[in-house]
């Protein structure tokens, strides 16, 4: 079992950046892989980013070169680091653990957290 807490999320203008936070709880989660997803009224939560337990990163094509996914294994951490944000970022993020690596689709994660709210104004 794994619990997991988002932070880091606010009001931000376009260009600027912002770092959020998934802090874990639970047994061995540097098994996990994570996985970022955003969702907005009315739409299907959208894959933004996934960390394998090695720190292998992954990103949609929307925001690869702009945002970072990192872990500590150490501190049950994981980090998604989003500079030279865009309106279209605006959403709510969501972080997912699941012991298989490599998923972009949100229903194959087993562990969800509460989501933190990202607005990015114009």
């Known amino acids: 079992q794994v619990q997991l807490v988002e932070s880091g999320g606010r009001l931000v203008q376009a260009g600027g950046s912002l770092r959020l936070s998934c802090a874990a709880s639970?047994?061995?989660?540097?098994?996990?892989?994570v996985g970022w997803f955003r969702q907005t009224p009315g739409k299907e939560r959208e894959f933004v980013a996934s960390i394998t337990f090695a720190g292998g990163p992954d990103y949609a094509d929307s925001v690869k070169g702009r945002f970072t996914v990192s872990r500590d294994n150490a501190k049950n951490t994981v980090h998604l680091q989003m500079n030279s944000l865009k309106p279209e970022d605006t959403g709510v993020y969501y972080c997912?653990?699941?012991?298989?690596?490599?998923?972009?689709?949100?229903?194959?994660?087993?562990?969800w957290g509460q989501g933190t709210q990202v607005t990015v104004s114009s």
């Open positions: 997912a653990a699941e012991r298989r690596s490599c998923l972009r689709t949100s229903s194959d994660y087993a562990y």
């Open positions: 639970g047994r061995a989660f540097n098994s996990y892989a």
